[in-house]
């Protein structure tokens, strides 16, 4: 298991209704969640999460993978949503990830 990053604990603050957001998703809150996880691992290998419209891609070195913020099938709640996707994409991408309270940890 590697530390990919620390949950950055500022990502909260953007979620709705605190926040205005009219995507239904939370996408201020998604943004600031995945951020932290652009980073170079210790044997560089490069690590991206990026955010298009409903789409998150994951790279993981030359490994690729997607997942989708999908409101009505897993819930309403942006927190769930973006769990959901970001396990899709790590999946597709073959590695797997663990989200705890404060950090994000990469299985490859």
């Not at 099938?73 to 959901?84: E, F, I, Q």
Request: with cysteine; hydrophobic share 45%; proline share 6%.
């Amino acid at each position: 298991m590697i530390k990919l990053c620390d949950i950055n604990p500022a990502a909260k603050e953007k979620l709705p209704p605190e926040f205005r957001d009219k995507s239904g998703i939370g996408v201020h809150y998604v943004d600031a969640f995945i951020k932290p996880m652009n980073v170079a691992l210790p044997d560089n290998v490069r690590v991206a999460c990026k955010r298009r419209g409903l789409k998150l891609n994951l790279t993981v070195g030359t490994k690729k993978g997607f997942g989708l913020m999908r409101r009505l099938t897993v819930s309403t709640d942006p927190v769930v949503m973006l769990r959901a996707a970001l396990q899709d994409a790590a999946t597709a991408a073959g590695v797997q990830l663990q989200i705890t309270d404060t950090e994000i940890l990469l299985v490859p």
